[in-house]
């Protein structure tokens, strides 16, 4: 098992920045990949962003180049640096780790709102 402890949400607003921080427990080293999704109201939990072990990232396409993923490995720790935010990044956002054996795992979620 694993668990993840999200944290950083809050309120913003529109054109700033937020760190999201995930802090990982429990057997790390079965983790392959991590990510972060999101899940506004009345819409359904998306992908924003994945780290693999190696170091391969994905982002979706409505956060490139604005959000960066990272992820410490020493410090069992993820992190989403969210920059140029907008009001529609306001959601829950989530932590997520899968093992190499694809069983995934998830954090009780942190809310971002970015004001207008």
């Known amino acids: 098992q694993v668990q993840l402890v999200e944290s950083g949400g809050g309120l913003v607003q529109a054109g700033g920045s937020l760190r999201l921080s995930c802090a990982a427990s429990?057997?790390?080293?079965?983790?392959?990949?991590m990510g972060w999704y999101r899940q506004a109201p009345r819409k359904q939990r998306e992908l924003v962003a994945a780290?693999?072990?190696?170091?391969?990232?994905n982002y979706a396409d409505s956060v490139k180049g604005r959000f960066t993923i990272s992820r410490d490995n020493a410090k069992n720790t993820l992190y989403l640096q969210m920059n140029s935010l907008k009001p529609e990044d306001t959601a829950v956002y989530y932590c997520n780790a899968e093992f190499f054996t694809r069983e995934n795992f998830w954090g009780q979620g942190t809310q971002v709102t970015v004001s207008s």
């Open positions: 429990g057997f790390i080293f079965k983790i392959n990949t």
């Open positions: 780290v693999t072990r190696g170091g391969s990232t």
